[in-house]
């Protein structure tokens, strides 16, 4: 019996609304490792989202697909698609039929203000528990109605916990404020080991490359959207291959798993064409993978790069940890947890109102597996609904000398640090697996079914006490 185990009938159900569970995006993904993960422990109901949703109005029972992931038979799992992540009446209607004892959501609150509109008449029966992330600093402000409105705020980030309490300010201390990292299921990404003798791997690997032997992968694996700034990888992809002999150039390859053009990102085919020579290769994975595919990508890259200027977490980073691949990775956002920089003393950073990032390199200590590549810019952007946020820009000459510390080493070199990344992702400390997030989503999930209390009828405020908020942390530090 998996511990932790609580019979069917006396579980408490928790209503999850996020991405459709059974779709492969990231929020989907990390959705249905927490369902799998806690269904013996928890029932579940799920309002599964997407566009324009072709199972608009139906239900799923999942219970059985469930029991066959978690390993257990009593599993109690059912999903309601979509359009969107529905409406106040679709709630209403839910909350009818589950009846569940707590909320839980995942991603941006602004996906949600229909429902923190409505949040009184929630949480005088159950509360609402938000899995939640947030990009970069100034404090957002702008998001403070929303966590107000939540009961238990779980952090993916280190930086996330941080801002969470500064918005909060006195009233932090009436919520659960924790941190639970991403964890992706390390039984799908893992190590292969033995590569050279497992024979599908090595199959996989000559119908990808043919006759080439490369010596050198790169490998990029997210959507092509502006703030990934893909062309800056291109770039440091490029000056760092310029920088070797036509030999060693010939052995090199940048692999990139994503579209080829996107109108929320950019045409990439183009960029190449104009910006690269034709013996700097460049190549695009054929179509969509399976995560069998995807943890092969991984094995046999020899570093993943990620330069992203604003990244909650960053979820191929923590891919490539799990399958011992060493990171490039832009010193920003959820990804800094990830390459583990440390304090003086050796403890993993944490960040306070006078410490609030380490994008400024503050601290330059940090795990073998990481090659970071710190800002040389950081300045303001925004939009109506996020007034102002940090855009984290980091020079892709920078990224380059990065690229080429990393091909300095020997393979056995970089296998040996990307093995020490999947340690400590795997470890207690970092748990970004989903076994460690599942029990990490307990622990506190169960603390607060321990404390809550509902929300009174009516709440007084006196709006002669009113006080604009004036941002309670450092800009320079």
């Not at 995942?106 to 609402?128: A, G, S």
């Not at 990224?399 to 091909?407: D, G, I, K, Q, T």
Request: with cysteine; aromatic share 12%; charged share 25%.
């Amino acid at each position: 019996m998996k511990d932790g185990y609580i019979p069917k009938d006396q579980r408490k159900k928790i209503l999850l609304i996020t991405d459709d569970i059974r779709l492969p995006s990231g929020v989907g993904n990390v959705g249905k490792e927490i369902v799998l993960h806690t269904s013996h422990h928890y029932n579940w109901a799920c309002i599964g989202g997407a566009i324009n949703h072709p199972d608009q109005g139906k239900r799923f029972d999942l219970s059985s697909d469930t029991n066959n992931g978690a390993g257990i038979n009593d599993a109690s799992v059912f999903l309601y698609p979509t359009n969107g992540y529905g409406d106040a009446n679709i709630l209403r209607q839910i909350i009818a039929i589950e009846n569940p004892d707590a909320i839980m959501l995942i991603t941006d609150p602004r996906y949600f203000t229909w429902l923190f509109q409505i949040e009184n008449e929630i949480r005088k029966k159950v509360p609402i528990i938000y899995l939640n992330i947030w990009d970069d600093y100034p404090a957002p402000y702008y998001n403070k109605a929303f966590y107000e409105s939540c009961d238990a705020l779980l952090g993916i980030s280190k930086q996330t916990v941080n801002i969470n309490k500064l918005v909060l300010g006195d009233k932090a201390k009436n919520k659960i404020i924790e941190y639970v990292p991403h964890g992706l299921n390390s039984e799908i990404f893992y190590p292969i080991p033995n590569k050279e003798q497992d024979k599908e791997f090595q199959t996989y690997k000559k119908n990808l490359f043919g006759t080439k032997n490369y010596e050198f992968v790169v490998f990029f694996n997210s959507r092509n959207i502006r703030r990934k700034q893909i062309p800056d990888a291109i770039l440091a992809y490029r000056q760092f291959v310029e920088a070797l002999t036509p030999e060693q150039k010939e052995k090199c390859l940048l692999l990139l798993h994503t579209e080829q053009v996107s109108e929320h990102g950019t045409d990439l085919l183009a960029v190449i064409e104009t910006l690269c020579p034709k013996d700097c290769n460049i190549a695009f994975t054929p179509g969509k993978l399976d995560v069998k595919q995807l943890n092969y990508l991984y094995n046999l890259a020899d570093v993943q790069i990620l330069l992203t200027s604003n990244e909650g977490w960053g979820l191929s980073l923590t891919e490539a940890l799990l399958t011992g691949t060493p990171i490039i990775a832009n010193v920003t956002g959820g990804m800094q947890d990830q390459m583990r920089f440390e304090f003086e003393d050796g403890t993993w950073i944490n960040f306070d109102a006078d410490f609030p990032s380490n994008h400024r390199g503050t601290y330059k200590k940090h795990g073998k597996w990481a090659f970071p590549v710190y800002p040389s810019s950081i300045s303001m952007a925004g939009s109506p609904q996020t007034p102002y946020i940090f855009d984290d820009r980091c020079r892709w000459e920078d990224a380059a000398e990065r690229l080429m510390e990393v091909y300095n080493l020997s393979k056995e070199e970089r296998q040996e640090r990307g093995l020490e990344g999947y340690k400590w992702a795997t470890s207690n400390e970092a748990g970004f697996t989903s076994k460690h997030q599942a029990n990490r989503f307990i622990t506190y999930t169960d603390k607060l079914f321990s404390t809550w209390k509902p929300r009174e009828k009516y709440e007084l405020i006196n709006a002669t006490e009113f006080k604009k908020p004036v941002l309670n942390h450092k800009l320079v530090y």
